[in-house]
């Protein structure tokens, strides 16, 4: 056996004592830094109630012409109906979708992609932009027939701030120059961090499932479109497996980012050609591969071919997975704290598999994203907008499972990991540098 000299063994010891110090004080200033955001968190929702209170005391002032449904945000449900509505909420599946309005033309592509049920949510920046907004609405039906068929539209704006100006304000509200003014809106590239108004993505998200009145939907943002057949696919699977009464299946697309100015694949085949030439990628590959990770696109790829719909096979939810996929209307509602940056699909995907909801992949189903997500992260995060909108996801997702767990007990806690916690302290910390 090696003997080392002793001098060997001290300076051994050493280096395993700083290290033993250095881990000590390392969790010691975890333990108190995430003790200290769930003081802040704390203080936050103390905050928010009182504004509530206070706003509450001037509801009187406020016109009441509109649903409301909280103390922050108003919304007008069905502004404009479809003009064919489901007979059977089991007879279709509808494709749940919100933004802003400057994706209104989003509407006619979604309609003529989908070839049913769309409920869209738009987010105005005023309650004066409802009227024109509705107009608008009125022209691109008239000019899209399957918009006036399929589509029904809800608003939601912020109750005491009404001096954002008017997403309308070069349209002279004729008809004849809709397509200018959509062109003008649709060009725009707007950040939602440089106006007033937190877009509430949360709230959105449930706004246009509310008008949804199928049993099975699914929530997308308006830039996915879905794959050609998607929804009739679907529908035959559901009766063809004796699917219709599942009520904790939920149904995974892998969703993929296909580059500005090439064509939307046909099919799985098409698709896989433009990912081997580059044209199309894994979304959110650039940010984070974990993102979309467990869905397992090689796996997915390389399944046998079939013409019919089914679910493959099961994954497991992780850190970090935001699936997109198609569910029953008994999974619960978005949590509405959840504004701007929120990771709220991968939190709303832990509160139901916390729930005892199962992950099926799809094997022929994807959607498409119009375009190529950031590519730089280190770009992304030197922005100081960015970190304090991140630093506040951090906080209202402390809320957000402290409620969960309120509601659920400790099946919760698995949405409570170390993991989260500890990027959530880094968040908080990065949001005050």
């Not at 022929?364 to 190529?372: I, M, R, Y």
């Amino acid at each position: 056996m090696t003997r080392y000299p002793t001098y060997v063994k001290d300076r051994r010891m050493k280096v395993l004592t700083v290290s033993c110090a250095v881990y000590i004080i390392i969790c010691f200033m975890f333990i108190v830094a995430d003790v200290s955001v769930d003081a802040y968190a704390c203080s936050v929702k103390k905050a928010r109630q009182r504004k509530e209170v206070v706003h509450d005391m001037n509801r009187d002032l406020l016109e009441k012409s509109v649903e409301d449904e909280g103390s922050e945000y108003k919304r007008v449900q069905d502004a404009v109906t479809a003009s064919l509505l489901p007979s059977s909420e089991y007879e279709d599946v509808t494709w749940v979708t919100q933004g802003t309005v400057n994706h209104l033309r989003r509407a006619a592509i979604l309609a003529d992609a989908w070839k049913g049920p769309l409920s869209i949510a738009f987010f105005l920046w005023t309650g004066k932009d409802v009227a024109p907004t509705i107009k608008a609405i009125e022209c691109l039906r008239a000019s899209h027939p399957l918009v006036k068929q399929y589509a029904t539209f809800s608003f939601s704006f912020h109750r005491y701030i009404q001096e954002e100006e008017s997403d309308w304000k070069y349209w002279n509200g004729s008809c004849d120059a809709i397509d200018e003014a959509l062109e003008r809106l649709t060009s725009r590239r707007e950040n939602f961090m440089e106006t007033r108004v937190p877009y509430p993505v949360g709230l959105m998200r449930n706004v246009a499932r509310k008008s949804s009145r199928t049993h099975f939907f699914t929530i997308c943002d308006m830039d996915i479109t879905p794959s050609l057949g998607l929804r009739t696919d679907f529908l035959q699977m559901l009766t063809r497996e004796g699917l219709l009464n599942e009520e904790k299946s939920l149904y995974v697309m892998p969703v993929f980012e296909v580059q500005i100015g090439v064509s939307m694949p046909s099919g799985k085949e098409e698709l896989k050609t433009l990912v081997q030439k580059g044209t199309a990628r894994q979304f959110y590959i650039s940010l984070t591969p974990t993102a979309q990770g467990p869905t397992d696109y090689a796996r997915w790829f390389n399944l046998p071919p079939s013409k019919e719909m089914r679910p493959a096979y099961e994954v497991e939810w992780s850190f970090f997975y935001e699936p997109f996929f198609i569910l029953s209307s008994s999974a619960p509602y978005y949590y509405e704290g959840f504004k701007e940056y929120s990771y709220e699909r991968g939190s709303f995907a832990c509160e139901l598999k916390a729930r005892g909801w199962k992950f099926f992949v799809l094997n022929n189903a994807f959607v498409l994203h119009d375009g190529f997500k950031l590519t730089n992260m280190f770009e992304f995060f030197l922005n100081k907008k960015v970190r304090k909108e991140l630093a506040k996801t951090a906080i209202n997702h402390r809320l957000y499972r402290a409620e969960l767990i309120a509601k659920i007990g400790s099946q919760a806690k698995k949405c409570s990991s170390l993991s989260y916690r500890t990027l959530e302290v880094l968040l908080v910390l990065a949001g005050h540098l």
